[in-house]
C-alpha cells in the first residue's frame, strides 16, 4: 500500500508542477489525475458488483455528472450576468459611481472597488471583469490612480464579489454535501475580512505611490459596445436581488437567479425582452464554457479520490496532517494558503475539492473544510497569476503580474489568518 500511496503523491506533485508551469492546462490535468489515481489503486474498468467503484462508471460517467448543481448554477449565473450587461445596468451603475466620486482618487478607487464588487456578486467570469475593467480602468489612470492601483481595485472587487456570488456556492454544496443555507451562513467569514483588508491596501497604496500618468489611450474594443441606453434608477439594486433571495429567503440557486433576472427586466423594462433572455443565455454559457469544462474535470477527480480503493491509500496521509484543534486548524490553513495559487492543493478550481473531500472523509466537519476553502481561495481569486482574469488585467493595465502577486500576497495571508480565527471560534 505504501508503494502505491508513493505513486499517488508522485501523480499529485507531477500535475501540480505541470499545472502550476502552465505545461500542462488544469482543463486536461484534473480528468488525467483522476484517471491515473484509480488505476494505481487498482479500482476496476467495469465490475458486475453495484457496489463496488469503477473507472468507468463512479469516476468518468458520474464524476462527470458530480457537480451538475454548480454546473447549472454557474450558467444560469453567466445568463443572469449578461442581461445585467444587455439591459444597461452594468454600465449605469459604474457611471454613477464615477460621478460620485468626481476627481478624487481615493474616493474613485474606493466607489469602484465597491461598485464592482456589487456587479462581481451578479456575474463573475472573464467576460464580466473584461466588461467592467475596461471602463473603471482607464477613469482611474484618468484620474491619476497607478497602473497598479487599477488593477488592485479590479482584481480585490472580483474576489469580494465572488464570495456573494450564489452561483459560485454551487460547487461547495456538491463537493460537501452542504445546503446553500449552510454556506450564506458562513460567508461573511470569508467576506469581512477581505473587504476590510482590501480597502486598507488599496488606500495604503494610493497614498504610497502616489498619483499616476494621467494620460491614457482608450483601446479601440474598450470604447465599442452599449448603446448607453438610460435605465430607471431602481433597476440598479437587480444585482443584488439572487443575494438576498438565498440570503432572506433561504432560496436554492438557480431559483434565485431566475427571480433576478425576471426583476431586472421588470425593473428596467427593456425592449424585446425576449431576444435579451435568449442571446444572454448563448453568450453566458459561451463565457464559462472553459469554468464548465473544469468542473466536469473537478467532479470526476472528487469523485477518484473518495473512490475506496483510493482513499484507503490516501486517507492515512491525511489523517497525519489533519488539524485536529482551533489553534491548529488557524496555522494549517493560514501557513498554507499559499497553495492554493498555480492551482494548488487548496485551489478549489484545482485540486482542493479533491482535497476538501479528503479532510471531510478523514474527519473533519463539511462545514469546517468549506470555510476553510473559501477563506483560502481570497487568495487564489485575488493574487494567483493563472487566473485568466488576473492575466487580462495586467496586460490591459502593461502591469507585472508577478508584482501584483508579490504585493499583495502578505495582506490576503493577514485577511485569511483573521477570517481563520473567526472561523475557528464558530466552527470548534
Not at 435605465?231 to 443584488?240: G, H
Not at 496521509?317 to 494549517?332: D, H, K, W
Request: some cysteine; glycine content about 8%; overall charge positive.
Amino acid at each position: 500500500m505504501w508503494v502505491q500511496a508513493i505513486g499517488v503523491l508522485l501523480v499529485f506533485l507531477i500535475f501540480a508542477a505541470l499545472m502550476m508551469t502552465r505545461k500542462l492546462p488544469t482543463i486536461l490535468a484534473l480528468p488525467s489525475m483522476a484517471i491515473l489515481f484509480a488505476l494505481i489503486a487498482g479500482v476496476p474498468w467495469i465490475s458486475s458488483s453495484p457496489d463496488t467503484a469503477t473507472l468507468s462508471g463512479t469516476i468518468l460517467a458520474q464524476g462527470s455528472m458530480r457537480l451538475s448543481t454548480a454546473i447549472a448554477g454557474l450558467i444560469f449565473g453567466a445568463w443572469f450576468g449578461q442581461i445585467l450587461n444587455k439591459v444597461g445596468i452594468t454600465k449605469s451603475i459604474i457611471r454613477k459611481a464615477a460621478e460620485l466620486a468626481g476627481d478624487k482618487p481615493v474616493l474613485i478607487a474606493i466607489l469602484f472597488f465597491i461598485t464592482a464588487s456589487i456587479i462581481f456578486s451578479a456575474a463573475s467570469g472573464l467576460g464580466m471583469v473584461i466588461l467592467v475593467g475596461t471602463i473603471v480602468i482607464p477613469i482611474m489612470l484618468t484620474a491619476g490612480i497607478s497602473q497598479f492601483v487599477a488593477s488592485l481595485v479590479l482584481l480585490c472587487s472580483v474576489g469580494v464579489g465572488v464570495l456573494f456570488n450564489v452561483s459560485n456556492w454551487a460547487v461547495y454544496v456538491d463537493v460537501m454535501g452542504l445546503p446553500v443555507s449552510t454556506v450564506a451562513d458562513y460567508t461573511l467569514i470569508a467576506a469581512v475580512p477581505l473587504f476590510i483588508i482590501s480597502l486598507l491596501m488599496i488606500v495604503f497604496y494610493i497614498k504610497r505611490d502616489g498619483r499616476g500618468r494621467k494620460a491614457w489611450a482608450m483601446p479601440a474594443a474598450a470604447s465599442s459596445g452599449g448603446e448607453g441606453r438610460k435605465v430607471p434608477a431602481i433597476a440598479l439594486i437587480s444585482p443584488l436581488v439572487p443575494v438576498i433571495m438565498v440570503f432572506a429567503f433561504k432560496m436554492d440557486i438557480v431559483p434565485a437567479v431566475i427571480i433576478g433576472a425576471l426583476a431586472t427586466l421588470l425593473l428596467s423594462w427593456p425592449k424585446r425582452p425576449i431576444h435579451i433572455l435568449s442571446s444572454s443565455l448563448v453568450e453566458g454559457i459561451q463565457d464559462v464554457a472553459g469554468a464548465l469544462a473544469l468542473m466536469i474535470g473537478i467532479g470526476m477527480l472528487v469523485n477518484s479520490v473518495m473512490a475506496p480503493q483510493v482513499t484507503a491509500i490516501i486517507s492515512p496521509l491525511i489523517e497525519s496532517v489533519l488539524p485536529n484543534s482551533p489553534l491548529m486548524y488557524i496555522l494549517f490553513f493560514t501557513l498554507l494558503s499559499p497553495l492554493a495559487i498555480y492551482r494548488g492543493p487548496l485551489n478549489v478550481w484545482g485540486l482542493g475539492s479533491g482535497i476538501a473531500a479528503l479532510f471531510v472523509g478523514a474527519g473533519m466537519t463539511p462545514v469546517a473544510a468549506m470555510l476553510a476553502l473559501r477563506v483560502v481561495s481570497n487568495v487564489q481569486s485575488i493574487a494567483d497569476p493563472t487566473n485568466s482574469h488576473n492575466v487580462w488585467v495586467a496586460d490591459f493595465t502593461k502591469s507585472d503580474i508577478n508584482e501584483i502577486l508579490k504585493k499583495t500576497l502578505p495582506w490576503l495571508v493577514a485577511a485569511v489568518l483573521i477570517s481563520m480565527v473567526w472561523g475557528a471560534f464558530v466552527v470548534f
